[in-house]
């Protein structure tokens, strides 16, 4: 019994006498087990850090592979584009001097067409030129007169014509005007007021055809009430110049300055001197110099050049030449 007894009190006291190490205790395994909680999260961390740490090394890897194949893939149409503009750029200068040589090859053309063109303009006006002295040349011996009516004539043209130079010149009623032909100009018939046709008279002599264009001139001359007036009969081109310098007679008459007509030329006596003029653009710009209000020609698309005209200057020998 003492030793049951002594057991249980034994029992009693165990607590009494262990109570501070089971305290003791309890603080141990509580530190025990944040020291473990803190050794987990730090594994945890550990194994956090180096999965965020593989992570990031596989998105950077990852990274660097797309970027070096995107810049693969830009370089590639960089180098792609870029031989494209090459052979765009080849082929443009290819055409570029196709295009070149084909504009020299033009331009020379052209200065050989334009040569030529000269050369041909120049032919056509020396041979212009001598037509013009030939038609002049047969119309030497003709007398041009203006403002007989039509139907004076009667039945015969050289009857006519050799009566009335006789009366109106005071000329022998025996002398021989040498008359071959006599003619109104081959135009057709005017009607009702019109101007008469002039008529045309053909000499056998020119000094006697020039005789009666010196009387005829000297004096005013009167048929049926109407004044007739007596030239020579000019070619065609040289009628269409003389025609021009209309307008510079009638404004130098009203000046009472002196001008002749030679030929297709006009030669006007300024204070200053005589000074000749070969066309009426050219005598009525130096007319509106000197003050004159006349209207200035349009210059003819079918005149040639200064180079030309001067070319024209040396030939004039060929019209106005015995």
């Given at each position: 019994?003492?030793?049951?007894?002594?057991?249980?009190?034994?029992?009693?006291?165990?607590?009494?006498?262990?109570?501070?190490?089971?305290?003791?205790?309890?603080?141990?395994?509580?530190?025990?087990?944040?020291?473990?909680?803190?050794?987990?999260?730090?594994?945890?961390?550990?194994?956090?850090?180096?999965?965020?740490?593989?992570?990031?090394?596989?998105?950077?890897?990852?990274?660097?592979?797309?970027?070096?194949?995107?810049?693969?893939?830009?370089?590639?149409?960089?180098?792609?584009?870029?031989?494209?503009?090459?052979?765009?750029?080849?082929?443009?200068?290819?055409?570029?001097?196709?295009?070149?040589?084909?504009?020299?090859?033009?331009?020379?053309?052209?200065?050989?067409?334009?040569?030529?063109?000269?050369?041909?303009?120049?032919?056509?006006?020396?041979?212009?030129?001598?037509?013009?002295?030939?038609?002049?040349?047969?119309?030497?011996?003709?007398?041009?007169?203006?403002?007989?009516?039509?139907?004076?004539?009667?039945?015969?043209?050289?009857?006519?014509?050799?009566?009335?130079?006789?009366?109106?010149?005071?000329?022998?009623?025996?002398?021989?005007?040498?008359?071959?032909?006599?003619?109104?100009?081959?135009?057709?018939?005017?009607?009702?007021?019109?101007?008469?046709?002039?008529?045309?008279?053909?000499?056998?002599?020119?000094?006697?055809?020039?005789?009666?264009?010196?009387?005829?001139?000297?004096?005013?001359?009167?048929?049926?009430?109407?004044?007739?007036?007596?030239?020579?009969?000019?070619?065609?081109?040289?009628?269409?110049?003389?025609?021009?310098?209309?307008?510079?007679?009638?404004?130098?008459?009203?000046?009472?300055?002196?001008?002749?007509?030679?030929?297709?030329?006009?030669?006007?006596?300024?204070?200053?001197?005589?000074?000749t003029y070969g066309s009426a653009r050219e005598a009525a710009i130096e007319m509106r110099r000197r003050g004159y209000v006349v209207p200035v020609p349009e210059r003819n698309p079918a005149e040639l050049s200064p180079e030309l005209e001067r070319l024209s200057q040396a030939t004039e020998w060929q019209r106005t030449g015995i």
């Open positions: 019994m003492r030793g049951g007894v002594k057991t249980r009190s034994r029992r009693k006291r165990e607590p009494q006498q262990n109570g501070q190490p089971m305290a003791e205790t309890e603080q141990g395994d509580g530190a025990e087990s944040v020291s473990s909680m803190l050794r987990a999260i730090k594994t945890d961390l550990q194994e956090f850090r180096v999965e965020n740490k593989n992570d990031f090394r596989n998105m950077k890897e990852e990274l660097r592979n797309d970027m070096k194949a995107e810049l693969a893939m830009l370089k590639d149409e960089v180098y792609q584009s870029i031989s494209e503009n090459t052979e765009k750029a080849n082929a443009l200068e290819i055409k570029l001097a196709e295009a070149e040589a084909r504009i020299a090859e033009a331009e020379k053309l052209n200065a050989a067409m334009k040569d030529a063109l000269t050369k041909v303009m120049k032919n056509q006006m020396i041979v212009q030129s001598k037509l013009t002295d030939i038609e002049g040349r047969s119309r030497r011996n003709n007398i041009r007169i203006y403002g007989v009516k039509e139907g004076s004539e009667s039945d015969s043209m050289l009857q006519f014509m050799d009566g009335l130079l006789k009366k109106t010149l005071s000329l022998p009623q025996d002398m021989n005007l040498r008359m071959q032909r006599a003619h109104r100009a081959l135009t057709r018939k005017p009607e009702g007021d019109a101007p008469p046709r002039s008529i045309i008279i053909n000499f056998q002599e020119y000094t006697l055809k020039e005789d009666i264009l010196k009387r005829a001139w000297a004096q005013r001359i009167m048929h049926d009430g109407q004044r007739i007036s007596f030239d020579h009969d000019y070619a065609t081109d040289v009628v269409q110049k003389r025609r021009e310098y209309g307008n510079i007679k009638r404004a130098l008459k009203e000046k009472s300055v002196r001008f002749q007509t030679p030929l297709d030329k006009i030669r006007i006596h300024w204070d200053t001197g005589a000074r």
